[in-house]
């Protein structure tokens, strides 16, 4: 069974600077896309940032020059660094793996909250 572990969350001054990680355990899956997504009250779980096992990444467009995505294959964890975070920014933000068969696979999310 596929885990998905998130941490780094908090809370944050508008301006500051937060890293989310995300490991990714309970086998040896090959991990296909890894990524991010958020949700704020009230609106849809969107995409923030993925990345592919070969490093092909996708940002929204909300996020491109201040969010950056990375992974480490040999310890199935993704990466989240966002910079001149904004109020907006605010929201859960939840951990996705797509794995090889098994399908898509999410972790239990953590609070990102920023102050203005």
């Known amino acids: 069974q596929v885990q998905l572990v998130e941490s780094g969350g908090g809370l944050v001054q508008a301006g500051g600077s937060l890293r989310l990680s995300c490991a990714a355990s309970?086998?040896?899956?090959?991990?296909?896309?890894m990524g991010w997504y958020r949700q704020a009250p009230g609106k849809q779980r969107e995409l923030v940032a993925a990345i592919t096992r070969d490093g092909k990444i996708n940002f929204a467009d909300s996020v491109k020059g201040r969010f950056t995505i990375s992974r480490d294959n040999a310890k199935n964890t993704v990466y989240l660094q966002m910079n001149s975070l904004k109020p907006e920014d605010t929201a859960v933000y939840y951990c996705?793996?797509?794995?090889?068969?098994?399908?898509?696979?999410w972790g239990q999310g953590t609070q990102v909250t920023v102050s203005s």
């Open positions: 309970g086998g040896r899956f090959n991990f296909n896309s």
């Open positions: 996705k793996a797509a794995v090889d068969i098994l399908g898509n696979f």
